[in-house]
């Protein structure tokens, strides 16, 4: 084997792992966000999550990324532990759908249908094809379907590439002899288990032993364990890209690599202990590419066939050795919204509404973090606002489709008005949780650049800070107890808040003009303003559908906007005046109250 043979080699793996990594991406964009949704909503029982992993795995050519895919939901309280381990199982058996396409090279005949379903045949003409479309298409689907017929067609041209490059070792008997070497499984499993590791892919990996089949030095003695130390390499990537996430991803990991290991022992003790008794007729005969596919594809049937039922076993003994910490108020929370309360929508509304109440209460959180960050910018702070965050929206996502669900079934006027209210309420919020976040952002920023507000700003800011506190407690106790008359005394205090933004910012361009303080500062100043405004109009906006639901028989949501804002009731304007002297009054003074 000469230098060009080397060379041809290298290019041939390079070309083999590249138009593999290119296929897989453009399924993966062609088949767009159905894929992440099948997994996360069809895994109720273990055989169907054994069929999607298989099937999801087949068409996007990577179990790696449909293990990862599985991990990340587990990581982010989609998808169940139970859920997850058929789907990686099932990843395991649909991965070997490469090397049963790669078998097709053994073809040999003279009839001119066989012939062009040769690697070698079909692979320029994908390519041919693919380059054509890429440069037709207009869309993005069909540049992505083009780019699958381009990978296939590379994949093969690598995989005839490096069988080529590999030919003249057929002559070399000590090529041969080193493969003798490999009769003791364990450097077979410890060679597979490398390469594998190195390429980053079982199916790459498989198709490398299977190009090497064609020197005709590889027997079923040598050949089976390097495939059965490939299946345990292929979980590397899995473990890799589980660093980071929580102990149950990391137990869908754990419960991979013990399913492949468990296989590999299990395949070991069963043929070496057959060979030592009986013996296999074929032990020492030649493999090709069709018998690597064959064994590849029983090994990871049998190993899912086997340890199929010992599911709950596998999650207690991988919850042994990786001790699930406290439950993170995602779980608990979310945990409410069974599907076994769908059926009966009455039990299901009130459901919501417990997780709407737990989202308020987060929310006020946030909101007093990030208001005493302003003065204080502590990291620990931020970590449990980001925290509280990841849990609003979560409940945003989980909520309304826990929400959706409910409402597809025949409901009762007053079932449907509470939907749609929780729905509405649910968004409200959410965004306010993000301009608390918004606000926190101002505070280290201001924190990393040396800011500091004037002692005006400070005072202003408080009386603000202070108003909007209130809007937020007297809501979400309005909405907790359900109180209409509450929540329509939400009004006369949004709209002092709305006075109140106007004010502090004539009053920062005033200072500004006279040089009391700086830009920089002033842009925070406005900034952190604009955020607490916001926050009392979704209030408002929760307060306001809120009296609707319990007020039905009152105007449409547009009429009532406008008499809530435009009341002239004695009691609006009582309390109007009455916020006015609490939180414009230190500011302004009598003169200033409108």
């Not at 597979?192 to 003695?221: E, N, R, Y």
């Amino acid at each position: 084997m000469n230098l060009s043979n080397i060379i041809a080699l290298l290019g041939g793996v390079g070309m083999f792992l590249y138009g593999m990594k290119l296929l897989g991406v453009s399924l993966e964009r062609f088949a767009g966000a159905h894929l992440e949704k099948t997994l996360e909503r069809l895994t109720n029982n273990p055989v169907k999550g054994l069929a999607l992993g298989a099937g999801v795995t087949a068409v996007i050519q990577s179990s790696a990324a449909t293990s990862v895919m599985a991990v990340g939901f587990v990581n982010a309280g989609i998808m169940k532990l139970g859920q997850a381990v058929p789907v990686v199982m099932g990843a395991n058996i649909g991965t070997t759908m490469t090397a049963q396409i790669l078998r097709l090279g053994d073809i040999s005949s003279d009839n001119l249908l066989l012939t062009l379903l040769k690697p070698a045949s079909f692979a320029p003409l994908f390519i041919a094809l693919g380059a054509f479309g890429l440069l037709m298409a207009k869309r993005n689907k069909a540049k992505d379907f083009s780019s699958i017929f381009i990978g296939f067609g590379i994949l093969f041209v690598g995989m005839t590439t490096m069988e080529n490059a590999m030919s003249p070792l057929r002559e070399l008997e000590s090529f041969q002899r080193v493969f003798t070497l490999f009769r003791n499984p364990v450097p077979g499993l410890l060679l597979g288990l490398a390469v594998t590791a190195v390429l980053q892919s079982s199916s790459a990996a498989v198709g490398l032993l299977q190009a090497t089949s064609v020197t005709g030095a590889i027997t079923f003695s040598t050949a089976l364990p390097i495939l059965l130390g490939m299946n345990i390499g292929k979980c590397i990537t899995v473990v890799l890209a589980s660093f980071g996430s929580n102990i149950k991803a990391k137990r869908v990991v754990l419960i991979d690599v013990m399913c492949n290991v468990f296989g590999v022992g299990i395949f070991l003790v069963a043929m070496y202990g057959w060979q030592a008794v009986v013996g296999f007729p074929f032990w020492d005969d030649l493999v090709n590419r069709g018998s690597i596919a064959n064994f590849h594809t029983f090994f990871n049937l049998a190993t899912a066939a086997i340890l199929l039922p010992c599911i709950r076993l596998l999650i207690d003994l991988s919850g042994r050795m990786l001790k699930d910490t406290k439950e993170s108020k995602i779980d608990i929370e979310l945990r409410l919204l069974d599907p076994a309360f769908l059926p009966t929508p009455v039990v299901a509304l009130e459901q919501c509404k417990k997780v709407i109440f737990g989202m308020g209460a987060t929310v006020l959180e946030n909101f007093r973090l990030a208001v005493d960050m302003l003065e204080t910018g502590k990291d620990d702070q931020l970590a449990l606002l980001e925290e509280n965050e990841k849990f609003l929206d979560k409940s945003e996502t989980s909520l309304g489709e826990y929400l959706t669900k409910i409402t597809v079934q025949h409901l009762e006027s007053e079932q449907s008005q509470l939907a749609a209210e929780l729905l509405h309420t649910l968004g409200d919020l959410e965004r306010v949780g993000d301009r608390c976040i918004n606000i926190s952002e101002v505070a280290f920023y201001n924190r990393d650049q040396g800011i500091h507000f004037s002692p005006e700003a400070r005072v202003e800011l408080a009386s603000m800070t202070n108003a909007v506190t209130e809007i937020l407690e007297c809501t979400l106790r309005a909405y907790r107890e359900e109180n209409a008359q509450a929540a329509l005394n939400i009004e006369p205090l949004e709209q002092t808040i709305d006075i109140l933004e106007e004010t502090l910012k004539r009053r920062h361009i005033e200072r500004l003009q006279a040089g009391h303080c700086n830009v920089q500062g002033g842009i925070s100043f406005v900034e952190v303003l604009t955020n607490l405004e916001r926050i009392s109009d979704h209030c408002s906006n929760i307060a306001m559908h809120l009296t609707q639901r319990l007020c039905p028989d009152e105007l449409d949501e547009h009429s009532r906007r406008n008499q809530l804002h435009l009341a002239d009731t004695p009691e609006y304007q009582e309390l109007f005046e009455e916020y006015q002297e609490k939180y414009l009054e230190p500011i302004v003074g009598r003169s200033g109250l409108i």
